[in-house]
């Protein structure tokens, strides 16, 4: 019988999702498979979350809970031992919150092995270029590159993360991540951060360190801030006993019933909410139409809040900024906001307030997460897709379609055979995919999908 050639599956974006991908391929099909990893900055494995050189920017989640694989649950706690990492001065362990800069050393460990194989048969090439568009050929899927190469594979798998926006309009309006976030600025003028979550949060200690002493206004329409993770005991939530397909406030009941008997019995609502996670997408794909947009417009602020929690050390020092007054929490809407000579003038109006005040910042930073529409995408392969009508928004307009396989949606409503997608790009398909616990989960469903899809197996029976 014919020998079968080597599929090519090309990933989009070296983040955490794209690196977790492809270790999870390269793991079990490697030998009939190379993957190209095509990422735009000079590492892979970091994204946005794992580039910060700051010590005191650490993982939400602590470190038993964040190895690269499910079925090596200590895979990162040994790779901590393994290297001799150190954290606050002490072998960090199971329950340590990690920096993240540490993590992304680790998922670009991860990766090493298969770039540098002693068989000189590398299955893995990186390619450090920006994606501009991905089409559908007949022989497969062309991803162009800024660098002018066309690369044909068998499948491409768009994990392209968080959305960075449009550049604003104002000088003074930058991101979180820029360079120059907390430099040029007068230590003693105020800032305003937009968005009171775990990127205000980093920001903000950011600014600090870097000797800010004027006043950090953080606004959002609730003023709500990331709750702290306590130690919890374990809880789990039986499938049966979830109310799939209901609506958010029936959903909203019986959640709230299982945080009360928790509270009742000695426990916290912690638990209860870390118990619900391994069910929050099949909530979500099950919810009604209705539901989702009311969830979106009511629920998910309480939900964020309490879902993405901040580490204790990082929780004193926001206290303490708070303490100070130097950090002020608006539960506000910006109303308007004019450039000034020296920044920007902010008008704004508190929640159930009718009154509009006014601030005068140096800086405005943008920390409201990921962007939500993705018509408004900085990200080329995401015009590219939509323009091309290869994708659409989804209807809730919280990102592009995908179906439950990771599968685009096209303009016409076909889910498309090479073109997928992964991570927090797919948002709007599984809502709770912002995390690694979750995300590794999804790498080892979307592996397994493209396994069946390309045959795979049935190349790895013809090669024994
Ligand atoms: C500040 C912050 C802290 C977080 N902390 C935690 C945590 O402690 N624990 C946890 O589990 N999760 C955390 N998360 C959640 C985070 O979403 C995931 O852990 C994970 O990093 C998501 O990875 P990603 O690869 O999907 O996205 P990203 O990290 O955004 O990476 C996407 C990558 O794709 C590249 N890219 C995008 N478009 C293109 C293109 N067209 N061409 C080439 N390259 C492209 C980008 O350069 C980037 O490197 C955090 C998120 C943030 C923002």
Known sequence: ?????????????????????????????????????????????RGTAYSTDNPDHLLNVRAFNMSAFAHDPKNFTRWLADNNEIVGGREPGPLTFVPRKIYGRYLESLIAPYVSEASGAARLSIVHAEARRAHESADGVVVETSDGRQILADVAVFAGGHDEAQPAELACVTGPWEPNATKGINPNSSVLVLGTGLTM???????????????????????QLPQV??????????????????????IWNWFRAI????????????????????????????????????????ARPWWDSHRH???????DEIAQARTSGQLRVLAAKAHRIDGTDHGARVL?????????????????????????????????????????????????GIGLQFDGNCALVSADGRASTRIFGLG?????????????????????RLSQHLTDLLKLDDDLSLAS
């Open 259 to 298: 945080a009360r008997s928790q509270r009742s019995s000695g426990g916290d609502w912690r638990s209860a909410v870390d118990a619900l996670r391994p069910h929050v997408s099949d909530i979500w794909r099950r919810m009604p139409f209705e539901s989702k947009q009311r969830f979106l417009r009511h």
């Open 424 to 444: 927090p790009v797919t948002r709007a398909a599984f809502w709770e995919i912002i995390a690694v616990p979750d995300i590794r989960d999804q790498c080892v």
């Open 201 to 223: 949060v980093d920001y903000v200690i950011a600014l600090r360190e870097a000797g800010h002493a004027g006043p950090i206004y953080a606004l959002s329409r609730r003023g």
């Open 309 to 315: 929690r901040m580490a204790p050390r990082v929780a």
């Open 348 to 396: 704004f109006r508190r929640r159930g307030h009718h009154e509009i005040e006014t601030i005068e910042v140096e800086r405005i930073v943008l920390c409201t997460g990921v962007v939500s529409d993705p018509r408004t995408s900085a990200n080329p392969t995401v015009a590219a897709l939509l323009a091309d009508r290869l994708a659409r928004p989804d209807p809730l």
């Open 229 to 250: 993770h306590r130690p919890t005991m374990p809880l789990a939530i039986n499938r049966a006993s979830v109310p799939m397909g209901q609506s958010t406030l029936a």
């Open 1 to 45: 019988m014919a020998a079968q050639s080597r599929k090519h599956i090309v990933i989009i974006g070296g983040g955490a999702s794209g690196v977790l991908l492809a270790c999870e391929l390269l793991r079990h099909r490697g030998r009939w498979l190379t993957v190209t990893l095509i990422e735009k900055r000079q590492s892979v494995g």
